[in-house]
């Protein structure tokens, strides 16, 4: 499995990287980390005429701290986020769900900004974005531009990156402190996409909930905040009824592609697991 | 489609050759190179079996192309011996405790297990199943590469292998 020929560019600038990529229209693709594109090159089912390797560019892979939010290039590896002691410390979720993608050596090559926009439902990180409330910062041929994450996202591999766009760092507010957070992710196997994952960041007040926000992964073509859902256990103890009640609210805007993890019941059905259990460990992580 | 002249150092030694921008990185190293012990078991990026270590990264090397490794510093399987030509500690470790069967999967475990060590000298059983799960034996099972890999863990600390309680 060797994939079609294509032209290979290194640019050392982004607005190279943009140049090519305005200039080369849709026979180009950026190549970040490559293990979801470089696969589907080799089975054929992407077949750009141009690669931009972003490898060659400076400082897109560095992890910051911009007064109460976090900073972090679009070529960070995941094993630097697992690597980095300030993500552990102020976003300890991010962490957590780093852990659970793919496998050691993918972890090693594959970017967050990879991850985030490919647009694949099954990517583990932008449900995560959109839980958290993190911004994208793209540069395009007419200049930087900021979007929320959970405005990217417009179908399965269709995000709202326009032609000649490059997404080049995540900016992510850190959660307040005591927050507990957990990202549940049920998958067949080490490496596999999720069949049904959630990420919870929630706060507790008096020993009931304060703020919460929950993410559905590959639970529809889209990433998902279960926002009724999250209503739903805001001022509650988290009481078995409660946590019923919010994964009804979540199973009811799930729409699952049936797939080989499972028919469309089956996934509905262990996404609102994923839900509770992420509600359960997020709240007994809550100081 | 042109070919591109690209140049690395593997095991230690200056390499170079003409790549199509398609070319695999493990093609490179196998056909190029003539270096086969680098192994394809899956070219879908799950096996393992071509993993080298590329810049202090393990890496899988059927899902990179070799014209993103010039100038690279790469390890293969036939530079993890000892200077004088005795066996690693990882390599005498699968041997003395049978951490290979049909020995497929084997060059791609130990380049793996090399850079957990680097980075963790002293794993937990559970570390070193986390930390090879991104390599697959489709002989039986895992249970005597974990000890060869604690086997090797023990001698790169000096001290002496003593298997786990059943």
């Avoid at chain 1, 929320?148 to 417009?154: H, P």
């Avoid at chain 1, 998958?187 to 926000?213: E, F």
Wanted: aromatic content about 4%.
């Amino acid at each position: 499995m060797i994939p079609g020929s294509f032209s290979y560019h290194r640019p050392t600038t982004v607005a190279d990287a943009v140049k090519l990529l305005s200039t080369l229209g849709d026979d180009a693709r950026a190549l970040a980390g490559g293990h979801s594109l470089i696969p589907m090159m080799k089975l054929r089912l992407a077949t750009p005429e141009h690669l931009v390797d972003l490898h060659g560019i400076d400082g897109l892979n560095a992890i910051r701290r911009d007064g109460n939010r976090i900073v972090i290039g679009a070529m960070t590896t995941q094993h630097q986020l697992l690597a980095s002691d300030e993500i552990a410390r102020s976003l300890p979720i991010l962490h957590e769900t780093a852990l659970l993608i793919a496998d050691p050596q993918v972890r090693y090559m594959g970017t967050i900004g990879g991850n985030v926009a490919n647009g694949d439902p099954g990517n583990d990180m932008p449900a995560l974005m959109m839980t958290l409330g993190a911004s994208y910062q793209l540069e395009g041929p007419t200049g930087p531009r900021e979007i929320a994450a959970s405005e990217f996202y417009q179908g399965a591999y269709f995000t709202a990156l326009e032609p000649g766009e490059l997404l080049t760092s995540i900016s992510i507010p850190v959660p307040a402190a005591g927050h507990g957070y957990a990202y549940e992710k049920l998958k067949r196997k080490v490496g596999d996409y999720a069949t049904a994952a959630a990420a919870v960041i929630l706060t507790m007040a008096g020993g009931k909930v304060a703020s919460c926000a929950i993410g559905l992964t590959n639970l529809h073509e889209t990433p998902l905040l279960a926002t009724d859902a999250a209503q739903a256990v805001i001022g509650t103890s988290l009481d078995d009824a409660t946590l019923k009640k919010a994964a009804a609210a979540a199973v009811a805007i799930m729409s699952p592609a049936a797939d080989a993890r499972g028919p469309v019941e089956y996934r509905k059905h262990v996404g609102g697991i994923m839900v509770t259990r992420a509600l359960k460990r997020a709240a007994g992580r809550a100081g | 489609m042109a070919k591109t002249h690209v140049t690395m150092k593997v095991n230690g030694a200056e390499v170079e050759g003409l790549v199509e921008p398609r070319t695999l990185l493990v093609h490179f190293i196998r056909e190029n190179l003539q270096l086969t012990g680098t192994h394809i078991g899956c070219e879908t990026t799950h096996c393992g079996a071509c993993t080298v270590d590329l810049n202090g990264m393990s890496v899988k090397s059927c899902t990179m192309f070799a014209v993103q490794a010039a100038g690279a510093d790469i390890l293969t399987i036939e530079g993890v011996a000892n200077a004088d030509g005795t066996l690693s500690a990882l390599q005498e470790g699968f041997r003395m405790m049978h951490g290979l069967q049909c020995g497929f999967c084997t060059p791609g475990m130990i380049i793996r297990a090399q850079r957990l060590l680097q980075e963790n000298p002293n794993p937990s059983e559970e570390e070193i199943r986390m930390g090879i799960s991104g390599n697959i034996c489709r002989c039986t099972g895992y249970q005597n590469i974990v000890r060869a890999i604690q086997y090797a863990a023990a001698k790169i600390n000096g001290v002496e292998f003593q298997e786990a309680a059943e």
